[in-house]
């Protein structure tokens, strides 16, 4: 009975891990779009006058992309995960 839960885990684990890499795929260039766009949008003086706005794009921006590696990795730690679980 552990041999089958162990076996139905692992394809569950690996269905979920599947899936998170598509989602990455899927949204990468959605995301490489958004920073370009604020990338653009910190060097334009009418979209920011100000340092309050300059500072908080630049903020966003820069949450996005720790968020964004921060996913990306995730991909890869699952795996590992799923290697060392698997044997």
Not at 14 to 39: F, K, M, Y
Not at 43 to 62: R, V, Y
């Amino acid at each position: 009975i552990y041999r089958k839960l162990y076996n139905e885990y692992l394809k569950y684990a690996t269905l979920s891990l599947t899936g998170a890499q598509h989602d990455i795929e899927r949204h990468s260039p959605g995301v490489g779009s958004v920073l370009n766009l604020c990338e653009v949008l910190l060097h334009d003086s009418d979209a920011c006058p100000t340092d309050i706005e300059f500072n908080g794009l630049q903020t966003a921006m820069k949450n996005l992309e720790r968020r964004w590696r921060n996913i990306c990795q995730l991909a890869p730690a699952m795996r590992t995960r799923l290697v060392h679980v698997d044997g």
